[in-house]
């Protein structure tokens, strides 16, 4: 007892609670630094775990495969057939692709889909066909998918001829205890997503059993031999497959001695380099998941508890050692092992991050570093907070009512732009977005007209909420999206900490002045729209050499390449459910950005406020001095006189 109340005293004596509270923004810095710090620690050996297989069942590697060269000659034919259909219309194509797969026994259709929204329709006709299992109850069924064009908007010839001719392959044997779906969607994009949903909400002319996980063809060109596979797993809205069904393919691959990777990273897993590449590409495409283009194939089964992946092969022309024939047995013996599956995929992983084919960091090693940036903005709120209660017109219930309800209409405004956004037709979309940032930009000085007579407590409040608010809604993404919770927490760093809440300027000095310019870039390179033009001018439509000069970057920004990407934005979330995009841009991004934008007209109003009113005085002062001058010399005229 003596020691405590020993260092009662000291800490008392030291400002006590008021010391606390004024760490509190380097309490937030540091923890923001701390989540970055952790993201690089965890490719270093000890914070990794190897891959393992949990469900026992799928034995990967065990089944003995047949598909070997004596199907190559009916491979090659197929590939033949395709090559003359692709400058096929979609509809006569399907119409020859449906005939096949009936021929070959299955039960065969045409999917013909489309989605509309105001002046545009998008359609298509997708291909599919069930072979039922001679030794299941149709109570389940597996996935071969195989899309007329990949991810990569190429031709994929080589993945439908080998889904074509596994599908017949298949028709062969009575090993099977699922049903077997064979799907040709038009594309990876809206055909396959629309199939998906009918296929779980329709009743459709051949259907089955639920789907158990699936397997998505990409081998694009004419060639017939390839350099590695690459396993494509990142689905809609950062959802992830069951680890287990990644773990079986890259162990089959191994088996067959077959390169493999994972986000194109080549070489070997023992380098830290390799393995944070690796992880930081896994971050960016988690995070960028149906932003604006088509997937590979496995995103659209995301959302409906399908585990599914795409191996795609990848071409170097400098070296191609393996066989389309090896591609085909790889795809049987993963098929084989979802045969197996006594039930659906549960035991292993459904969050993780690899870093290598065979190493992976589990979420209770990773969600800590989003968890820390998250955090910081609630610590930073509540230190706003509390430092808006320190004057007596801070401690006003109406006044945090009042700055409460500011922010909640600020919210609202936002959401009524995301509706004008979401309900405007694609023709007129890039304008309408353009008018959306110009009122966005405006609404700011607008509001700053309401609340520029309120008092500095009122408008850090309002700060405070806005900063309480992006935590709470970082720190619970970062369990459904760690990635996109992760860069965005670090997009809104700036707006939490470069940007100063507002406060009476005694004097103007070089201090105020680089604040302020500080503050105004922050606000200018954190905007919302600022961001997407960035990312569109330099991950989109990267700039040439010949672009190096900073006017040239934004005056050859083709208008149609971002009338598309802006559209493919609206339309991954009005047609594919991507919430992960526009929903964020327009209901978290754009209200902390007004906030912030708001105070920070605030602070430069009572500036030029303070600045006027010294101006004022200096002005006062100077005239009674010459007044006083004048009277002066009209005393001593008098006297000489006298």
């Known amino acids: 007892m003596p020691l405590l109340q020993r260092l009662n005293r000291v800490f008392n004596k030291k400002g006590g609670i008021k010391s606390l509270i004024s760490l509190l923004p380097v309490i937030s810095v540091l923890l923001v630094l701390a989540g970055v710090c952790l993201l690089f620690v965890l490719p270093m050996d000890g914070q990794f775990r190897r891959t393992y297989i949990s469900e026992n069942a799928l034995l990967p590697g065990q089944a003995h495969t047949y598909f070997k060269d004596s199907e190559e000659n009916i491979l090659r034919a197929y590939r033949e057939e395709v090559k003359i259909l692709k400058d096929v219309a979609e509809s006569e194509r399907a119409v020859v692709i449906e005939k096949w797969i009936n021929d070959m026994g299955y039960k065969a259709a045409i999917h013909n889909w489309s989605f509309t929204h105001q002046d545009d329709v998008k359609s298509g006709s997708n291909v599919y066909g069930v072979l039922h299992a001679p030794r299941g109850d149709t109570t389940e069924s597996m996935i071969l998918c195989a899309p007329w064009i990949n991810g990569d908007n190429e031709f994929n010839e080589g993945g439908v001829a080998l889904a074509i001719a596994l599908a017949r392959y298949f028709t062969r044997w009575s090993v099977w205890s699922k049903d077997i779906i064979i799907v040709i969607p038009s594309d990876t994009r809206f055909g396959l997503s629309k199939w998906v949903a009918d296929y779980h909400y329709t009743s459709m002319s051949a259907s089955s059993g639920a789907i158990q996980g699936g397997v998505v063809l990409d081998f694009p060109g004419s060639y017939e031999h390839f350099s590695r596979i690459e396993v494509k797993y990142t689905g809609y809205n950062g959802q992830l497959p069951n680890l287990d069904l990644i773990n079986t393919a890259v162990l089959i691959s191994a088996h067959m001695h077959l390169n493999i990777v994972i986000h194109g990273v080549a070489g070997t897993d023992h380098e830290y380099k390799n393995r944070a590449t690796t992880l930081l590409r896994g971050i960016i495409d988690q995070s960028s998941s149906g932003l604006y283009k088509q997937g590979y194939g496995n995103e659209p089964f995301s959302g409906w508890r399908v585990d599914a992946i795409t191996l795609k092969a990848v071409m170097d022309t400098q070296s191609m050692p393996f066989t389309q024939i090896e591609y085909g047995k790889l795809v049987e013996s993963v098929l084989r092992s979802i045969n197996n599956l006594q039930e659906h995929f549960h035991q292993s992983f459904f969050f993780y991050l690899m870093i290598s084919p065979w190493q992976f960091v589990s979420i209770g090693t990773y969600l800590p570093a989003a968890m820390l940036v998250g955090a910081s903005f609630t610590i930073k709120g509540i230190y706003l907070w509390l430092k808006a209660t320190e004057s007596a017109s801070g401690k006003s219930i109406v006044e945090s009512a009042h700055a409460f309800g500011f922010f909640v209409a600020i919210l609202l405004a936002c959401a009524a732009l995301f509706t004008v ?188 406020e303070v600045e006027s009113v010294k101006n004022g005085k200096a002005g006062e002062e100077k005239v009674a001095v010459n007044s006083e001058g004048v009277e002066d010399g009209k005393k001593s005229d008098e006297s000489a006189k006298d």
């Open 421 to 608: 956004a979401g309900s405007a037709p694609s023709s007129v979309l890039l304008p309408i977005y353009g008018l959306i940032s110009g009122i966005s930009v405006i609404l700011p000085f607008f509001l700053n007209k309401i609340v520029e007579r309120k008092s500095e407590s009122y408008i850090t409040k309002l700060r405070s909420y806005s900063l309480i608010y992006a935590g709470l809604v970082l720190t619970t993404l970062s369990t459904l999206n760690f990635s996109l919770a992760l860069i965005l927490g670090l997009l809104f760093f700036p707006l939490a900490h470069l940007v100063k809440p507002s406060k009476e300027v005694s004097e103007v000095s070089i201090k105020t002045s680089v604040a302020s310019l500080v503050s105004n870039a922050a606000i200018i390179l954190t905007s919302p729209w600022t961001g997407i033009l960035l990312y569109f001018r330099f991950i989109v439509c990267p700039p040439s050499s010949k672009e190096t000069v900073f006017p040239r970057l934004i005056t050859s920004i083709s208008v149609p390449k971002l009338d598309d990407f802006v559209n493919g934005m609206m339309w991954n979330w009005r047609a594919l459910g991507v919430w992960s995009f526009v929903p964020i841009l327009f209901l978290v991004w754009l209200p902390l950005w007004i906030s912030a934008f708001v105070a920070t007209l605030i602070q430069e109003s009572k500036v030029i």
